[in-house]
């Protein structure tokens, strides 16, 4: 299995509303990422959980919280977002979180906050 | 700071001719650099990476790319187009130890028959 499987595939939400998008692998991988991309644009980083612990963060605003419950799965709970959060949420996930390795991508969850 | 440039937003070729699509990176250390396909409504998937090993890489579905340090060059080819390979492609550097993927803004690749 060399899935990244994201759920839901698309969202509307309101900007009081609270909503999780959930992310997971089975390909043993231990680190997990998630990017966010605007229409039209490459895909940004937000972060990077290595060994299920918080390695990066982008400096993205603290309405958006992740959270990695374990090796195999990677949630992003929203709350309070704004229009301009509107985009594609991509899950990816690597076997260590080493430099040179390939980023598995899952489909993405198309958001759109109203 | 390590990054990358892509040349031409859009490139259009037709069905059979060769597809050429260039990067450049910027980067004070030896980079670990890549190519990644963007399909509509889809995620990212690796064509090919480059890790200090081989300067010519090859890659899945036909393409290839070769590793240019006088140049600062990792462009990306494949000799015949498909119509199937009309995407998004970007080229990413890798940024410090933890995978940190830098992408260039992207080409959409267009082939008529």
């Known amino acids: 299995d060399t899935e990244v499987t994201q759920t839901p595939k698309h969202l509307v939400m309101g900007m009081t509303n609270k909503k999780s998008l959930k992310c997971e692998q089975h390909?043993?991988?231990?680190?997990m990422y998630w990017y966010k991309q605007k229409a039209k644009k490459p895909p940004e980083l937000m972060f990077v959980?290595?060994?299920?612990?918080?390695?990066i963060n982008e400096s993205v605003p603290s309405r958006f919280s992740p959270e990695c419950p374990n090796s195999s799965l990677l949630n992003l709970h929203l709350h309070a977002l704004q229009p301009e959060d509107s985009a594609l949420y991509l899950c990816?996930?690597?076997?260590?979180?080493?430099?040179?390795?390939?980023?598995?991508f899952g489909s993405g969850t198309q958001l759109s906050v109203l | 700071a390590q990054s990358v440039t892509q040349l031409g937003s859009h490139v259009s070729v037709s069905e059979g001719a060769l597809v050429l699509l260039r990067c450049n990176y910027s980067?004070?250390?030896?980079?670990?650099l890549f190519w990644y396909v963007q399909y509509p409504n889809q995620g990212l998937q690796l064509l090919l990476k480059?890790?200090?090993?081989?300067?010519l890489v090859k890659g899945i579905n036909g393409f290839e790319a070769e590793f240019k340090k006088s140049e600062t060059s990792f462009h990306l080819t494949k000799p015949s187009a498909h119509m199937s390979d009309a995407a998004e492609y970007f080229c990413?550097?890798?940024?410090?130890?933890?995978?940190?993927?830098?992408f260039g803004a992207g080409t959409r690749l267009a082939v008529h028959p």
């Open positions: 390909m043993g991988h231990r680190a």
């Open positions: 990413a550097v890798s940024v410090g130890g933890y995978n940190k993927l830098i």
């Open positions: 990816a996930s690597s076997q260590e979180g080493q430099g040179n390795e390939k980023l598995f």
């Open positions: 480059y890790t200090s090993a081989a300067t």
């Open positions: 959980y290595s060994y299920e612990k918080l390695s």
């Open positions: 980067s004070s250390v030896p980079p670990y």
